[in-house]
């Protein structure tokens, strides 16, 4: 089935704002919760954890596969959705 | 069945394991040689993604360097899980789509340009060949650890082994090698960690146990902060770098993952666009096992030093009450002594105990050399003590010992006081790091070489059985460069990484990445962005970690460790910049960028 172009633009428009607003996340997660704002965080306790370095050890790993597994998640929904899947 | 026995049987027998699977997968095509025939399915690849990407470093060297570093180093740890979340949504589904080869491939198409594939083959080379020597060098240290063969010797029979299933598997084998590979190194580095955290904590997992609470009530890292801090050290879980350095060095660690091409290679081998999402996906997952383990066994390796060495009641421990691994790994010369107050007890504090370069202890005669032990307390003898000083108000007294950061995962399974079969499985699995790594490695140089250089470049009348041999002769070629690489290491190893991961996110990310998100890039502004990238990034490691530049004129504070990332901010300024001076690129170019963008394959529609 041929793929008309406006059709083409609105899925590829729909990826970019998925794909931005995933690396939000990621970069909050990472260089701001794990980074920038470390020592704001640490005053705070979570499970035996000072939070900031929580975030830069473990909580970033955790967010990170997350993130990736919704992102094959939404996308294989949204090929379908505009009927460009394999 | 001695230690030394099961150790022989578990290397050798997955030794065996891998040249069988290379046997029986291997390529007899150019396509399968390359790409594994397109095949893989994303549970597979996923599992060979996070074997080829765990190194020997990862593997072995990582939890000691958290467990030195503390906060300081989970730029590490963020960095190389991070990066798979930028191969996930910005590069891997769209170059599975564009359904190549190999990197410099989308960057000689993408560009229509001869010159941009041959830089892309010379970084190419550059990043694989850093890379591939330290893996080597990883198998010799395992052989010479483990097993007591000389170095050398066990660079030979690592050679050997990844010559026979990469030269004759191409990446159908090393994929189902890998998966193996990856099977036999997260088994040998999750035991010794569980039973490490089940006999401190109580807890199953190492990642909860990390947060749990010790026998004495204090949670295990506020006991860890308080301990270092009494002996000088700086804070566990707090950073002494500055915040711009963080920053950057995690950057340049993260951005440079998502452009390694033996990785990026590895989501070519899927069947589809939406495989290579899902098996990047399970790339990371189970990279994260591995990596979200690290912390526990680090800061559990730390408390553990600390109380052997300076025992109960923090003044120290008599050497001839210090447990075997301690001996052991002495005689194995990755832990030093030197009695500074000559009290006969082990002292472990802040400062360096030996001095010279890297203050790594000098041992006076062979390991088994009775002569060489000292008179009193049969400890190895080393020539190159410090002057011993310390200042009381920080530390209660001198550092006396030298740990090489390797302990802390080698030691593990006897600090734990696990079976002999869990240190037996430490050596399989540190072999299968490096062994998977350098394969991964090998195919990409050896593809650079047929493809990229001969049948794209040079000789594109060759036939596929032409280019087939050619790339089996290429890897070969690179085996024996590679082993002579491990065997000669420049010794300036560690600064080699940190070039290699700064040019990778400095050159290939952003050429890629505008490759696929900006259609309007040319191939004037793509070349001279990566030559920007890779020049300044070039220029700043060397003048600041080989000509002997100051961290004090530093630029912005920046460490060369970190300085990737802003040569890759320059690379996309100045490609940006050329590319609105000189015409956009031809049609057929623009059309490729629009069909690359689209999962499903509409023929001549987008051509």
Known sequence: MKQDSSSAEQYWRRNLQIIFSYLVVWFAVSFGCGIVFVDELNQFNLFGFKLGYWFANQGSILVFCVLTIGYAVRMSRLDSEFDVHE | MSLEQLTYLFVVGSFFIYIAIAFWSRASSTREFYVAGGGVTPLANGMATAADWMSAASFISLAGIVSFAGYDASGYIMGWTGGYVLLALLLAPYLRKFGKFTVPDFVGDRYYSNVARVVAVVCVMFISFTYISGQMRGTGIVFSRFLQ??????????????????????????????????????????????FLTFSMTGHLLPQTGLG?????????????????????????????????????????????????????????????????????????????????????????GRINLIETVNGADNKGTPYEEMPQWFKKWENAGLIAWYDHNADGR????????????????????????????????????????????????????????????????????????????VIALIAAGAMAAALSTAAGLLLVIATSVSHDLLKKTIRPQITDGQELLAARLAAMVAVLIAGYLGMHPPDYVAAVVALAFGLACASFFPAIIMGIFYQRMNKYGAISGMLVGLISTLCYIVYFKFMGGEPEHWLLGISPEGFGALGMVLNFIVAYLVAHLTPEPPKHIQQIVQNIRVPRNNGSAYY
């Open chain 2, 149 to 194: 063969v000389e170095i050398d010797t066990g660079i030979m029979i690592g050679m050997a082994v990844v010559f026979v299933y990469a030269v004759l598997g191409g990446m159908k084998g090393i994929t189902y090698t890998q998966v193996a590979q990856y099977c036999v190194m997260i088994f040998a580095f999750t035991v010794p960690a569980l």
């Open chain 2, 212 to 300: 749990a609470t010790l026998d004495n009530g204090r949670p295990v890292l506020d006991h860890l902060d308080g301990l270092v801090s009494e002996l000088g050290f700086a804070s566990f879980t707090e950073g002494s770098k500055s915040k711009v350095d963080m920053f950057f060095i995690t950057a340049a660690l993260m951005f440079g993952t998502a452009g390694l091409p033996h990785v990026i290679v590895r989501f070519f081998t899927v069947p589809r666009v939406r495989d290579a999402r899902i098996s990047a996906a399970w790339a990371l997952v189970f990279i994260a096992i591995l990596y979200s383990t690290i912390p526990a066994v680090a800061a559990f």
């Open chain 2, 346 to 421: 082990t002292q472990y504090a802040a400062g360096d105990a030996f001095t010279g370069r890297q203050h790594k202890p000098i041992y006076w005669g062979a390991a088994d050399d009775k002569v060489a032990r000292n008179f009193y307390f049969n400890q190895r003898h080393v020539v190159n003590p410090s002057s011993g000083e310390f200042d009381p108000q920080v530390q209660p007294f001198a550092n006396e010992i030298y740990v090489d950061p390797d302990i802390m995962v080698l030691a593990n399974p006897e600090i734990a006081e696990l079976p002999d079969w």
